[in-house]
């Protein structure tokens, strides 16, 4: 029986018979490629992390995914399971339409690289390309801590806020292929200048970076804090010493992150006023404070929102990590080519 | 030919031929009950409105909805047509496996009222029933300001801010059916209090009788205005009040009006963050202010959201008018009963 994704240990291969169909899933990062062979089962086969080295160029980029996927290939075909396509999810605008990925933010230098051709040439298989943040809500919906939901979101906690939504199993994508940025939506209007342009957006205040960034900005005003020591000694404070110190009881650091769970409960609130969710998922880099984030962000939304407690979604932690952007697109891979996945329905 | 509902004059029948199916709509308000007979060509063939006269209980109101509905019935039988049934759109929370409404806030001492069973016993046809603001949205959908859209919102500008979301030409309820509660977005996170309980909701500030309210607070502070004559004779202000005197150049008034519509602006640029729509229509009351409401929320949009143009959802005003609950609902009714329906495809 195929080991689920649940109860693997992280890294390690499960040795157990193969499912039919698999997919392999590449997730691209500025720093690391992330990718696996994941089976229709939900099982993962096999997993790598290598460096993506984007330095070298789009081509080299590409030559390096495309032995990731005839490696995985070869494995798929010792396992004697069909190898169904690739999934790409990678950093970026996509245009669908040309296979293409345009001025991905963490690839300096890449305006718009085809993907989907070259790979799906060298390697033989159909391949789809997606964006890294659709990718990892997928991952989690068909995998991770969205299991069993038809109706979920997630907002990515890292060096920004990303987003996505999944509306009757299937990831909305809107209008103009643009929807789930929910790292900016306002919620302060007028507020602090975020990076898009636009002022007052989640991201401006609740991210990893901008909630260290908040609280740097009242250390160098002259507030008193623990965390003047670690800025004193010409460390980068990060969201992780905002968190720490906030555990401990500075003041200075309680305020900075109450106002961080707090807007997030905002955006959950008003999540679900819109679309009344089953369940919204905390992930990204900063999730990893666990408790610390998520009996906050529950607290902060049971104050602001409606009391009838029917209505409300459940608040949860990711669970799959750095494991969610390959599987989601692998998953992806799975329903492009038709096939039957386990357990969810989602995704298109 | 049918008659479409755009080139109909207000309450004038149509006096063409009939389509071959058709349903009775009924929007059932506080003051007054407005009906009509819809046909599944997006044609009204006759059209009423009749006081409520709630203060003779709930069953003196299903007797008159029933009276109205057989008057339908028979009209629909000398043309000729189905009568496919009978939809209601009713305020208040609605519990559709009852089939009844609960605590309408306009229809006082109605605790659980059931509508559907009495009514489909004394007409004979199958009846649905729900929210009024449902009803309304879909009405526009179908045959208003949303027609030949698939994926929009509306903001319903009256006492409070009601709401609604179509999701691929269907009304998105979402997990617990109450999805689309726009009003209730917090803009101002610990801002006004709103009736519903929470703080800082779009509909504490934007609102037509939030917006009368803000004005009236900052004339009773002493702030010079023209409304002061208006509060001066004893009269109470309204949206219409602040908007006239915002046109005419007054500066509280335009305060006022400038902080309803860039916070209706808010709301839009969240919209399109998280579901990237095709089309937001301005309904309610508060959109009679037309143009003077449509440019500067769509001015304080464009100054808040994203410059990438291709992006951006119409704003757009409501068409229907009062018709908008009454079409829905016929809608619903026409669609339950596997009626194909023209033109717009959704609801459910």
């Known amino acids: ?7 693997l240990p992280k890294n390690r291969p499960s040795m157990t018979s193969s499912p039919s169909s698999v997919a392999v899933g590449i997730d691209i990062g500025g720093t690391d490629i992330k990718a696996g062979l994941v089976g229709c089962d939900q099982s993962i086969l096999e997993r790598r992390v290598i460096p993506t080295e984007a330095s070298g160029g789009p081509n080299h980029v590409i030559s390096r995914v495309v032995e990731l ?3 995985f290939k070869q494995i798929a075909v010792r396992r004697g399971a069909r190898l169904a396509g690739v999934g790409i999810g990678a950093p970026g605008s996509i245009r669908a339409a040309r296979g293409a990925v345009v001025s991905p933010p963490n690839l300096p230098g890449w305006t718009e690289v085809a993907l989907v051709d070259p790979v799906s040439k060298a390697v033989g298989v159909p391949v789809t390309l997606d964006n890294d943040a659709n990718a990892a809500v997928v991952g989690e919906f068909w995998c991770g801590a969205g299991r069993g939901t038809r ?6 906690l890292g060096t920004g806020i990303g987003g996505g939504v999944v509306l009757n199993g299937a990831l909305w994508r809107g209008r103009h292929e643009n929807a789930g940025e929910l790292g900016h939506k306002i919620v302060i209007p007028e507020g602090r200048v975020c990076k898009c342009g636009q002022r007052g957006c989640l991201e401006a205040y609740a991210s990893a970076s901008t909630t260290a960034q908040r609280a740097a900005e009242l250390v160098a005003g002259g507030r008193k804090s623990s965390l003047c020591e670690i ?5 980068t404070l990060t969201s992780k010493h905002v968190c720490s110190a906030a555990r401990a009881g500075d003041a200075l650091a309680r305020e900075v992150w109450e106002e961080t769970c707090r807007l997030l409960a905002v955006a959950c609130v008003n999540l679900q006023h819109t679309l009344n969710l089953e369940r919204i998922i905390l992930a990204g880099g900063m999730s990893a404070a666990g408790d610390d984030l998520l009996r906050p962000v529950r607290e902060h939304f049971g104050r602001q929102m409606w009391a009838d407690i029917g209505d409300r979604p459940e608040i949860v932690l990711a669970e799959l990590g750095n494991d969610a952007g390959f599987v989601g697109a692998a998953y992806l891979a799975l329903k492009h080519a038709g096939v039957a996945v386990g357990a969810a329905t989602g995704g298109r």
């Open 231 to 235: 800025v004193g000694r010409g460390d």
């Open 151 to 156: 109706d979920m979101a997630m907002l990515t």
């Open 69 to 71: 996927s005839n490696d």
């Open 1 to 7: 029986m195929p080991v689920s994704l649940k109860d």
